[in-house]
């Protein structure tokens, strides 16, 4: 396949790592990867272990259903108990744990689609009940939610709406380069949110941090030349943010996307799981009427995460899952106790399902 | 969830939004209304139905030159 092969190419994979591995550096580079899919690809290729001795990989907070809070899992549990609403939702977010159970063990009519789309068909289908669509995910996956909504207007659709739960990736990288205990050099920025979002916004992350940035895709040899130029900028005290994706990132990404976006939703201050309340990070719609929160008034709940899961503090980069007590014991990808450990972009479950724990 | 495939695209009906798009001989039916201007033989990042980019040939090379350069420093270095 044009443009997976060659960026899968064992041969240039090999060269690479050798040349990564002969950069003299007076101490190894923390970068943190801010996607679920780079998290991925780093443990599914070993890339982690590959360049371990020059570099530290650290997972942020970059799977948005592990970002979700357990107040949103509670909030869609209690509509997919209303007998008169069909949840439709990412096949990810329903075997993450709430406060009392997850929508898989709520018994109400919960569909997993692949696009959010589908959503508007099964509310053509079912008029006499309402659909409730689980928006979650970031700026690679606003721009279909965002346009699922504009045809429900144009439409008329009057039975279809959102949990709003997007976020936006900016703000938290901030959050944690405020955070003093945060010990973090350069950031892997994630390819897809900024084939979408473009990367100019993360120029703070070089201009009021001193940090590297690096824009990756998703292969192997990608991951490994954005890792290269990171490890080059630091060895000559550089600091800077370099597009290392170019065949898929602009630098003002999508703008069409982009403008559609900021048509259908605007910022409002959101909390993730872990980092907590962060200004202007989520988006909720302008036009309130298709928001679930406003038409179905649901009671406000005690929400409480598993007292033992470090979901929050690994989603920080500041706790690594084979310090969970719980970890590959009683929490593994069939039983999971947090969405680090369901999600299959969780580093949890990412550990997991390529053997960490067993080294 | 940000995973993205690239994909070719096959055939385009402009009016509805859509696409046929293909990736290992499996076929799809993909949304293009996030992008201005596709056309058969194409290749997008498809994500959760979506096409969100065109895949740019040009600059997919310039990167594989970029890796030869790298590598050919290291050899007159190394
Ligand atoms: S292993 Fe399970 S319980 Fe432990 S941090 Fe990960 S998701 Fe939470």
Redesign the interface.
């Known amino acids: 396949m044009k443009y997976l092969d060659e960026f899968r190419d064992s041969e240039r994979v090999k060269r690479l790592l050798k040349i990564i591995n002969s950069i003299k550096l007076p101490e190894r580079v923390r970068i943190m990867e801010v996607c679920g899919t780079h998290t991925m690809s780093i443990r599914r290729f070993g890339i982690h272990r590959l360049v371990e001795d020059r570099v530290e990989l650290i997972s942020g907070p970059g799977c948005p259903v592990c970002v979700t809070t357990v107040d949103y899992i509670d909030r869609a549990v209690m509509l997919s108990e209303l007998d008169d609403v069909i949840i439709t939702t990412f096949g990810d977010l329903v075997k993450v744990p709430g406060t009392r159970g997850s929508l898989s063990t709520s018994g109400g009519d919960v569909r997993v689609v692949y696009s959010p789309i589908e959503s508007l068909k099964i509310a053509m289908d079912n008029q006499d009940r309402n659909v409730v669509f689980l928006a979650v995910g970031f700026e690679t996956t606003v721009p279909g939610i965002a346009l699922t909504v504009k045809e429900a207007m144009q439409q008329g659709v009057k039975n279809f709406y959102i949990l709003e739960g997007n976020k936006i990736m900016p703000p938290p990288i901030r959050a944690l380069l405020d955070d003093p205990e945060m010990e973090i050099d350069a950031f892997l920025l994630p390819g897809h949110v900024c084939t979408v979002s473009g990367y100019l916004q993360y120029e703070f992350i070089v201009r009021e941090y001193g940090k590297v940035a690096v824009v990756s895709g998703f292969e192997p040899v990608d991951i490994l030349l954005a890792i290269l130029e990171i490890l080059k900028m630091v060895r000559d005290g550089k600091r800077g943010i370099i597009n290392m994706y170019p065949r898929a990132v602009k630098p003002h990404g999508n703008r069409k996307a982009m403008d559609l976006v900021y048509e259908i939703f605007q910022r409002a201050d959101d909390t993730w799981r872990g980092l907590g309340l962060i200004p202007l990070s989520g988006l909720k719609l302008r036009n309130r009427s298709f928001s679930a929160e406003e038409r179905f008034e649901l009671p406000k709940m005690d929400s409480k995460e598993h007292p033992l899961c470090l979901c929050g503090e690994i989603l920080k980069g500041k706790a690594r899952p084979d310090q969970c007590r719980l970890f590959g014991t009683a929490c593994t990808p069939d039983h999971p106790i947090g969405p680090c450990m369901v999600s299959s972009e969780g580093t949890c479950a990412a550990y997991y399902k390529f053997q960490e724990y067993l080294r | 969830?940000?995973?993205?495939v690239?994909m070719?695209i096959i055939e385009v009906n402009r009016e509805l939004g859509m696409a046929k798009a293909e990736?290992?001989g499996f076929i799809q039916n993909i949304?293009i209304?996030?992008?201005?201007e596709v056309s058969a033989g194409d290749?997008v990042?498809v994500?959760?139905?979506?096409a969100?980019?065109k895949?740019?040939?040009k600059?997919?090379l310039?990167?594989?030159k970029?890796?030869e350069e790298?590598?050919f420093d290291?050899e007159v270095s190394?």
């Open positions: 969830m940000c995973l993205g690239p070719k990736i290992s949304r209304d996030l992008l201005d290749y990042i994500h959760a139905g979506f969100i980019q895949l740019n040939e600059d997919a310039e990167t594989l970029l890796i790298i590598f290291d190394g």
